[in-house]
């Protein structure tokens, strides 16, 4: 079982729609979580993170937390065009340590 | 500006040849760690290391090899010994302990075999 999955995609959804990403852990010792986003050809860059169960809100995204079902999700409202690209879950503090392992992503497309 | 610097950019590599990328870090940062992306995929862990002179093996270290003689530095050798290596590597570094700490990732090496 990998430490990190989800749904390799491509999602599409229409712009102004909500999108939503979803990934899973194997370990329960996980600590944090964090939700990258990954343009074509570029580095991944840091959009959220979240650490206690719920929600976490900033602007057009929201991360949840199930840390008992240990499932991470990303939405999107208001999708726009300039959202399509790679999202990477990654989790923090799988079997007590603090190394990062990330998912194989998820590709979104957001159709004009 | 403190940030991470990988280079180069691009590297080509001929068919035998060890191959080294090198990452740079001024974000005093104890965690450093490779990864490896193929087209289209997440990345995968190669390498990575807490402190200075430890590292530990990711999911596909095989055919890698890695030092951590200095803090900043964390430079990762292909070698012949690894069969596919053209790939867009990427280093990352983050702090330790702090459960919101967060990885910071240089621009990428993109390696390909000639």
């Known amino acids: 079982q990998k430490e990190v999955e989800q749904n390799s995609g491509p999602l599409s959804v229409p712009e102004g729609a909500i999108a939503s990403l979803n990934c899973t852990y194997s370990d329960r010792g996980s600590q944090s979580f964090f939700w990258y986003r990954q343009y074509s050809g570029k580095s991944p860059e840091l959009i959220m993170f979240?650490?206690?169960?719920g929600d976490k809100e900033d602007g057009r995204f929201t991360a949840q937390l199930n840390k008992a079902s240990q499932y991470v999700s990303l939405l999107i409202r208001d999708s726009q065009p300039s959202d399509s690209a790679t999202y990477l879950c990654?989790?923090?503090?799988?079997?007590?340590?603090?190394?990062?392992?990330f998912g194989t992503g998820t590709r979104l497309t957001v159709i004009p | 500006d403190g940030g991470i610097t990988q280079s180069p950019k691009y590297l080509f590599r001929k068919e035998g040849q060890n191959v080294t990328l090198s990452c740079e870090q001024n974000?005093?940062?104890?965690?450093m760690y490779w990864y490896r992306q193929d087209p289209g995929q997440g990345l995968r862990l190669i390498y990575y290391s807490q402190i200075v002179n430890d590292f530990q093996k990711g999911d596909i270290a095989e055919g890698y090899s890695v030092s951590r003689e200095k803090k900043e530095s964390f430079p990762l050798t292909v070698t012949s010994a690894q069969k596919n290596p053209t790939a867009f590597y990427l280093c990352?570094?983050?702090?330790?302990?702090?459960?919101?700490?967060?990885?910071?990732f240089g621009q990428g090496t993109r390696l390909t075999v000639v």
């Open positions: 990352a570094s983050s702090p330790l302990g702090p459960r919101k700490a967060r990885a910071f």
């Open positions: 979240i650490y206690s169960n």
């Open positions: 974000l005093n940062h104890d965690a």
């Open positions: 990654a989790v923090r503090g799988a079997h007590g340590a603090n190394n990062l392992f």
